[in-house]
């Protein structure tokens, strides 16, 4: 469930024209090649629909996401769009993805044999794109065996199956070694050679990551998946370094001050009884907290009052969080978790190092009780 509305003062900013502009950004550099957008995960909690919208508009050729319901969703809002499904699915539903002209990923023999079967009566082919495990150990065709048990599959039900792809993705493209990322070229490409009797001028290679097309536009073939790189975020620190993009952030979190109070030493903050003024201090409370996405591991870390950075202090709680301030600020006043406030800005990145995670991470945790509210200027 999304929420359309925004009583509580909390939400999230998502910059349309930002993702245009990534997305123009890459297909300049790759002018003829097929662009597919991964928004997987609720578009990494930007939002399925305004971004899927935004990136075709700007030139994507088709849409990747993880499963045939995430497929479907988009297949009802573009009917006309391609849709390749990354993940694995049940073979009992390939009935669904030919009737939408949803295009699957498949590796396993028995898959193509079981889906094969249920497709015996269609009229339509069910266009697949196969994967091969290089190095990443996910999912993907790991050996020659199973290689050619899959092209005896596909063989059989030929008349059910249309080879539109095989991809292969990189474990390592976005580190500055680069032995693993060569390991998995020249895996690829052996295993590329096996599938020649099954291959068609029309069977798109796409091979290249947002870390891979960033970084080695010679080794692209003819198509590339553009994931983090859409909504403004490198892949990681060593690709942002290298790197000759210029990306746009587009996600910002913001809410505003609920209520402000003077404490006085000695007197306490939240569950625990954990933080203890030591002297006269602003505390402001914010109407965010875990049950947004916002977890107690963030106590400590810091949000925007007016340019003025507060430190969040005591635990944050599901609905609600406190902030340290420099001063008496009037209910109402704007609080900036992600994004600029003041000449101030937090990333996505500061948010992950401080969570010792990734940037892929933060804006996919922000739950769906938290609005976006979509900026098109």
Not at 235 to 264: C, D, G, I, T, W
Request: some cysteine; aromatic content about 10%.
């Amino acid at each position: 469930m999304e929420f359309s509305t925004n009583f509580r003062h909390t939400w999230a900013e998502v910059d349309l024209t930002a993702i245009k502009k990534n997305l123009k950004m890459i297909r300049q550099n790759y002018p003829n090649k097929r662009i597919y957008v991964a928004v997987k995960a609720n578009a990494y909690g930007h939002g399925y629909i305004p971004v899927s919208e935004a990136a075709l508009e700007a030139g994507a050729d088709a849409l990747a996401v993880a499963s045939l319901d995430e497929a479907i969703l988009l297949r009802d809002a573009f009917p006309e769009a391609s849709i390749l499904v990354m993940g694995w699915t049940d073979p009992r539903y390939v009935s669904i993805a030919v009737e939408s002209n949803i295009e699957l990923t498949a590796f396993q023999a028995e898959w193509f044999s079981q889906a094969g079967s249920v497709l015996k009566d269609k009229q339509e082919q069910l266009k697949i794109h196969i994967k091969i495990d290089s190095g990443m150990g996910r999912i993907g065709i790991k050996t020659k065996e199973e290689a050619y048990a899959v092209i005896e599959e596909v063989t059989k039900f030929s008349s059910e199956f249309e080879m539109s792809g095989i991809f292969t993705h990189f474990a390592t493209a976005d580190s500055f070694d680069l032995s693993y990322y060569e390991k998995q070229m020249n895996y690829f490409y052996g295993m590329l050679e096996i599938f020649s009797p099954i291959r068609t001028p029309e069977t798109q290679i796409h091979i290249g990551n947002t870390a891979a097309s960033m970084r080695f536009p010679d080794d692209m073939v003819d198509g590339i998946r553009f994931g983090i790189g859409l909504y403004g975020l490198y892949p990681s620190k060593e690709v942002e370094e290298v790197s000759s993009y210029q990306l746009n952030e587009a996600f910002s979190l913001q809410s505003r001050l609920a209520h402000v109070k003077k404490m006085k030493p000695g007197e306490h903050i939240s569950y625990g009884a954990t933080y203890e003024a030591e002297t006269e201090e602003w505390i402001g409370t914010v109407p965010i907290g875990y049950g947004d996405g916002w977890i107690r591991k963030l106590q400590g870390f810091e949000v925007l009052v007016e340019g003025e950075k507060s430190e969040i202090v005591g635990r944050i709680c599901m609905d609600q969080l406190m902030v340290r301030l420099p001063k008496g600020y009037p209910v109402g006043t704007k609080v900036t978790l992600i994004g600029e406030n003041g000449g101030q800005r937090i990333r996505i990145d500061d948010v992950a190092d401080y969570l010792e995670t990734i940037n892929y991470e933060i804006p996919c945790i922000i739950t769906n009780r938290v609005p976006r509210i979509y900026l098109t200027n």
